[in-house]
């Protein structure tokens, strides 16, 4: 089978699509013998970022995927004018690499940028190729995060294009069930063209750990209680509530609050918690993958968080690499949110209410006071993480890329 994907992140990027997009490609190759090309941008890891080329289109091949580098501007990403010039140059570079892909079985279009799929749209049809929706975010809903730029033009027309893609796409795949009722009813798609699979993480690479290693004796946290943040540190996490409840639990001196990784926000909450004196708050870069089992290892629980309205638009993908570890989380989010849901069927997190300091402090000084408890959600998460396996959602993929050429196969001969 043949498989071409389109998204800006690809290897080597840390970003959370890029990661999960590069496991999945490389795996549908390993283990199901697949040809797989990847219309990326160019790499936005830092050690990358000098290898600057003007070709609109480079090739590479890593791990058996063919990689089409459509490059474009690298920008500073701070600001909108230059995530917009860093989006519009890659799109129009992928535009060009549709017409190197070759023929193809299966187009899929990922939402980074969100006008990317309708480059992935035209080679699917070009090429006669099944077109899959892959809805990593929803917009415009998700745009609203933009706090440099709100534009009612440029909205209406993102859900024009939105609404386009559903309804075009051969199969739409939702990261959850309440993204998949958000589709139904706010996006007209098909009740039945919507597959549901969720993101995942490698249940072998990650597993518990004991919380005294290496990373807590480095950064003196293995006689601390840890409530860790891990990955981005963006704009829909509302992580400001974040260090309000470490405001709060400042005379509890065993409370360590980690926040592990970077992202847009990063420097404003730092400004923040040297405002306000704040020792019990630390920040730690990335961990590499072969080092993030014993990062994640050293908390006791984590935080997982959302801005009240997204739900639904987003799906934090960082709640699966949280079961895996085998450790409680709190889910400050609203209740339909797919990581309340999972916490309650689970028994393997505490729901507070988003943008509540207080709600948060409180859940957190009730895992804290009750080690017992936290063991018994954190058992109960690494055995809802297999459900939620790297290998499970694979997978599904394969078998939804299958039951699409099956399709095409069915219309020929007829």
């Known amino acids: 089978m043949r498989i071409c994907f389109f998204n800006r992140s690809y290897w080597p990027d840390q970003a959370a699509t890029g990661q999960l997009l590069t496991e999945l490609a490389q795996d549908l190759v390993r283990e199901y013998g697949c040809t797989v090309s990847v219309v990326a941008g160019p790499a936005l890891h830092a050690s990358e970022r000098s290898n600057i080329t ?3 289109v ?6 058996g995927v063919r990689i089409l580098r459509a490059n474009g501007t690298r920008l500073p990403r ?11 140059t890659y799109f129009a570079s992928a535009v060009a690499a549709t017409l190197q ?13 969100p006008i990317l799929g309708l480059a992935a749209l035209s080679a699917a049809r070009r090429t006669g190729a099944r077109f899959v929706f892959l809805c990593e975010d929803i917009f415009p809903e998700v745009a609203s995060l933009l706090e440099d730029f709100h534009n009612a033009t440029i909205n209406r027309t993102l859900d024009r294009i939105n609404r386009r893609l559903v309804r075009k796409a051969d199969a739409v795949v939702a990261l959850g069930d309440r993204m998949k009722r958000r589709l139904v009813e706010e996006k007209g798609a098909a009740s039945g063209g919507v597959h549901v699979i969720h993101n995942w993480a490698d249940c072998n690479a990650i597993a518990p750990g004991p919380k005294d290693n290496a990373f807590s004796r480095v ?16 704009l829909s996490q509302n992580l400001d509530v974040l260090i309000e409840a470490a405001a709060r639990l400042q005379s509890h001196e065993r409370v360590v609050f980690a926040i592990v990784g970077d992202g847009a926000r990063r420097g404003l909450l ?39 309205g997204l739900e639904g638009y987003i799906v934090p993908s960082k ?7 085998g450790r409680p989380f709190v889910a400050a989010v609203e209740p339909s949110c797919e990581v309340a849901a999972i916490a309650t069927e689970h028994s393997c997190g505490v729901v507070a209410p988003p943008g509540s300091p207080d709600a948060l402090a409180t859940a957190i000084t009730q895992l804290c006071d009750d080690p017992a408890r936290a063991q018994r959600m954190g058992e109960n998460a690494r ?3 297999w459900q939620y396996d790297r290998r499970a959602a694979v997978r599904a993929y394969f078998d939804l890329f299958t039951s699409l050429g099956r399709l095409t196969t069915t219309s020929t001969a007829a």
């Open 101 to 113: 892909i070759g023929p193809q079985d299966v187009v899929v279009s990922l939402t980074d940028p």
């Open 58 to 63: 480079s090739r590479e091949e890593h791990e």
């Open 319 to 325: 709640l699966y690499g949280i079961l895996a570890a």
């Open 270 to 308: 730092e400004a923040m918690a040297k405002q306000r004196g704040l020792a019990n708050v630390r920040f730690f870069p990335y961990q590499p993958k072969e080092l993030l089992h014993e990062s994640f290892a050293t908390a006791d629980a984590f935080v997982v968080s959302l801005k009240p």
């Open 383 to 385: 055995r809802a993480s």
């Open 54 to 56: 003007w070709w609109p």
């Open 219 to 234: 950064h003196g946290l293995h006689d601390k209680f840890v409530l860790m943040h891990s990955g981005n540190v963006g």
């Open 78 to 88: 701070q600001k909108f004018v230059g995530r917009a010039a860093n989006y519009l």
